[in-house]
């Protein structure tokens, strides 16, 4: 696991799931009704089992975002994600709820589904709920529900069909399309990687299908939802569309 480059940052992210203020209040509220083991035995047993799930989640994980029929939709878009939040973290209002989303957006993807978010969505949730099954005292199981409801909500606003209203989506779903704004190099690759994606699809419905989705883009008002996103990434974003629509205007 260790020469997963993103296997660090996940276990940070457990560890702050672990200790979040939700969990140390259920971790609380499950010893006042369990004094058959200490204060220290129960956060033991709970940090071991936790750590387990989460280490469980993240193999199938991995496995998942490796699949072979991908090219973008990878570890590597993942790790890219990050690596612009951790630049806009405070912006978050539940930065560790947006970090889940990231994790999760893109863990479930069909090539052509038109429900990969939603499907992504349940599979987090699912698992999350999971790894919260170890909080289990005389058969009773508390889940933070709050948390879990969050994260579905922002991994299912990552489908860009409309503008979210609450403002951590709006700043995921600006870090999920922060590529389009890359360099005009960064972009082509990115470009070749969706082509490949769906290299499956013949390339006269593939160019009208990719161009219907990116002009879509150019006649929102706004590409990117948030101030800062805007700001830094708009004028490349809508420069990179063109020319990719001009590009496959030219190829049919």
């Known amino acids: 696991m260790g020469d997963i480059p993103l296997w660090p940052r996940w276990q940070r992210f457990g560890q702050e799931l672990t200790w979040a203020e939700p969990a140390q209040r259920l971790t609380t509220t499950l010893l006042a009704t369990n004094s058959k083991h200490s204060t220290s035995q129960f956060a033991e047993q709970f940090a071991k089992s936790f750590s387990e799930k989460l280490t ?35 912006l978050a209002q539940d930065p560790l709820a947006v970090e889940a989303a990231i994790w999760f957006h893109d863990v479930i993807y069909q090539i052509g589904a038109t429900d990969n978010e939603w499907q992504s969505a349940v599979w987090a949730a699912n698992q999350l709920k999971a790894a919260t099954a170890v909080l289990l005292t005389s058969n009773s199981l508390c889940v933070n529900h709050a948390f879990i409801q969050k ?49 499956t699809v013949p390339w006269e419905e593939y160019a009208q299908g990719r161009t219907l989705l990116l002009q879509g883009f150019l006649n929102r008002s706004t590409i990117y939802v948030t101030e800062y996103f805007h700001q830094q990434y708009e004028e490349q974003a809508r420069a990179n569309i063109r020319a990719e629509i001009e590009e496959l205007a030219r190829s049919c």
């Not at 606003?157 to 389009?180: E, Q």
């Open 151 to 199: 994260v579905y909500d922002l991994i299912c606003a990552t489908d860009h069909k409309s503008i979210p209203a609450d403002g951590d989506s709006r700043l995921l779903v600006d870090i999920d399309l922060a590529g389009l704004g890359a360099s005009s190099e960064a972009y082509s690759r990115y470009s070749q990687q969706i082509r490949q994606e769906f290299q």
């Open 56 to 90: 469980e989640t993240f193999r199938i994980m991995v496995d998942l975002y490796g699949e072979e029929r991908r090219a973008y939709h990878t570890l590597e878009h993942i790790e890219a994600c990050f690596a612009i939040f951790d630049q806009v973290r405070e």
